[in-house]
């Protein structure tokens, strides 16, 4: 049985970069940031470099 995560707990933050093509990676983001942000399935967003962070954010037409 798989354990389940408080949360806003360290471990929910946690996410491993995963490798899907010779150029690309992905992150999971959890579920309930992506609904406290009120994003959904397919949504188009903005990936930018801040320094030497990653930022994502919604993209206005």
Not at 27 to 45: N, S, Y
Request: glycine fraction near 6%.
């Amino acid at each position: 049985m798989a354990t389940k995560r408080k949360h806003g707990s360290k471990s929910e933050k946690l996410r491993k970069i995963t490798k899907t093509g010779k150029y690309t990676y992905y992150v999971t983001i959890p579920a309930d940031f992506i609904e406290k942000l009120g994003w959904r399935e397919r949504q188009l967003v903005e990936v930018a470099m801040e320094g030497t962070q990653l930022v994502i954010k919604d993209h206005k037409r």
